[in-house]
């Protein structure tokens, strides 16, 4: 089934070219627009399934706030970026900004299409790759932790620090569990609390967030308890 989109480029010519292909391949795009910019209060009034959010430079001040607008307003539109090869940071700042997804400008229109599957299913479509160089930037962070790390780890338990040490680590939930010596269930639990608390809507988001605040400099810092949960 196609799928229901619009395509957002800086350049006009870029987003009706793709917006052309797209519909000759059987989906339904509701509007190719330009620039980014302003694109934003037309995917809220439209309401896609899915948004192909064009950049030339990932990189720049507040790239991403359009993305930021559209997920607080319209927060079941999944939204993925088309952009040059990034820096591992700025794939974390479009997940922290609420991107599902990140594809390269070079990407055969067959990607395109399966990240924007995928992105309407609720999963991260990205290249292995790309999600490996982001991870080992979320480890890693070259910028010092700053203010608002501070405060977001001022909102976590010392087990909820070490649940998203462990998020950002890549592990999953049985990983999670038996690291810490926890039921499932319970681990579980810590990871639904730190993504409510850090009012984001998956793990991805919430690694990002991390390493864009500095919050894993904070808990490196700090420390992470290591043994059974005694609570």
């Known amino acids: 089934m196609g799928v229901r989109l619009m395509v957002v480029d800086d350049h006009r010519l870029l987003a009706e070219a793709l ?5 000759l391949r059987g989906h339904r795009v509701l509007a190719a ?8 209060e037309l995917v809220v009034s439209r309401a896609p399934e899915v948004c192909l959010f064009g950049t030339a430079t ?11 607008r559209i997920k607080r307003e319209r927060p079941q539109v999944a939204v ?5 090869v990034p820096s591992p940071r700025g794939i974390a700042a479009a997940f922290a900004a ?5 594809v390269r400008h070079d990407e055969r229109i067959e990607g395109v299409e399966r990240a924007m ?3 309407r299913a609720g999963e991260a479509a990205i290249a292995p790759q790309l999600l490996q160089g982001a991870f080992a930037e979320l480890l890693n962070p070259a910028v010092q932790p700053d203010d608002e790390g501070q405060r977001l780890l001022r909102m976590l338990t010392p087990r909820e620090v070490e649940v998203l040490v462990r998020v950002a680590e890549g592990e999953d939930t049985r990983l999670i569990a038996a690291g810490m010596r926890i039921a499932p269930s319970t681990a579980r639990t810590h990871v639904q609390r730190v993504l409510m ?18 919050l894993l400099d904070r ?7 290591k043994g059974p949960d005694v609570g």
């Open 33 to 40: 627009a330009a620039p980014t910019a302003g694109a934003a």
């Open 19 to 23: 917006a052309s292909a797209l519909k």
């Open 197 to 214: 608390k850090l009012g984001v809507g998956s793990r991805l988001e919430a690694a990002a967030l991390a390493a864009r605040t500095g």
């Open 80 to 84: 993925v970026v088309l952009g040059p």
């Open 117 to 119: 599957v995928k992105a």
């Open 58 to 68: 990932p990189a720049a001040p507040g790239a991403f706030d359009p993305i930021a």
């Open 219 to 225: 808990a490196a810092v700090d420390g992470t308890p």
């Open 98 to 102: 609420g991107a599902a997804g990140y």
